[in-house]
């Protein structure tokens, strides 16, 4: 096992790729549970991940059973968070299906324990996601974002990504409406 992930108390988040991950199978079998218990309570607590009802355990299992798949395949980057030997956050991104689209990708969730906000755990995960991105070439690396959400507003835009959309009121919750805005990183700009 990863020893920045054993040793005890750590001031900076120990991350983790999907290969660390999946060749441990004592990290691998406690990492769904607890990346489950992440999303749903931040879900819960009204974050902007995709789900309005928190997800199950079997909903969560499948996405990330994806995600790995992806990572073999060579169309993803999984990274994951450890403080204090315990898992604070995930991230990914998924390369476009779409012939016309395969040399882009998009970051799809980034998703920190409330526990563990402030201590540089999403700016950890998003950096090493944006360097998986580098290392295979990817040429645009996309991602969208809940207009409300100005901690990852400000998070993005400090590593350089850039605004190129928005549509107005289109992220439905209830009753309530939010921005969905768009950003990118474009690597072919950046020489």
Same mark, same amino acid.
Do not use: C
């Given at each position: 096992m990863n020893p920045a992930i !054993?040793? +005890?108390? !750590? %001031? *900076?988040?120990?991350?983790?790729?999907?290969? *660390?991950? !999946?060749?441990?199978? *004592?990290?691998? %079998?406690?990492?769904? *549970?607890? %990346?489950?218990?992440?999303?749903?309570?931040? $879900?819960? +607590? +009204?974050?902007?991940?995709?789900w309005v009802e928190p997800p199950s355990r079997d909903e969560v299992a499948e996405l990330l059973g994806h995600v790995v798949s992806a990572v073999q395949a060579g169309d993803a980057a999984l990274r994951v968070a450890y403080?204090?030997?315990?898992? $604070? +956050?995930?991230g990914y991104w998924l390369r476009y299906a779409r012939p016309t689209h395969r040399p882009h990708a998009d970051l799809e969730k980034i998703a920190v324990d409330p526990a563990a906000h402030g201590r540089g755990v999403g700016r950890a995960l998003t950096a090493a996601l944006i360097a998986d991105a580098r290392e295979v070439a990817i040429e645009v690396l996309t991602l969208d974002v809940r207009g409300d959400n100005t901690n990852a507003l400000h998070l993005y835009r400090s590593l350089g990504f850039t605004e190129y959309g928005r549509l107005p009121g289109f992220v439905a919750v209830g009753d309530r409406r939010y921005d969905k805005v768009f950003y990118m990183l474009d690597f072919r700009q950046q020489g």
């Amino acid at each position: 096992m990863n020893p920045a992930i !054993t040793s +005890g108390v !750590t %001031a *900076e988040p120990a991350i983790v790729d999907a290969m *660390e991950l !999946t060749s441990d199978p *004592e990290l691998e %079998a406690r990492f769904a *549970e607890s %990346a489950h218990q992440i999303l749903a309570d931040l $879900v819960s +607590g +009204g974050a902007a991940l995709g789900w309005v009802e928190p997800p199950s355990r079997d909903e969560v299992a499948e996405l990330l059973g994806h995600v790995v798949s992806a990572v073999q395949a060579g169309d993803a980057a999984l990274r994951v968070a450890y403080l204090d030997r315990r898992l $604070v +956050g995930l991230g990914y991104w998924l390369r476009y299906a779409r012939p016309t689209h395969r040399p882009h990708a998009d970051l799809e969730k980034i998703a920190v324990d409330p526990a563990a906000h402030g201590r540089g755990v999403g700016r950890a995960l998003t950096a090493a996601l944006i360097a998986d991105a580098r290392e295979v070439a990817i040429e645009v690396l996309t991602l969208d974002v809940r207009g409300d959400n100005t901690n990852a507003l400000h998070l993005y835009r400090s590593l350089g990504f850039t605004e190129y959309g928005r549509l107005p009121g289109f992220v439905a919750v209830g009753d309530r409406r939010y921005d969905k805005v768009f950003y990118m990183l474009d690597f072919r700009q950046q020489g």
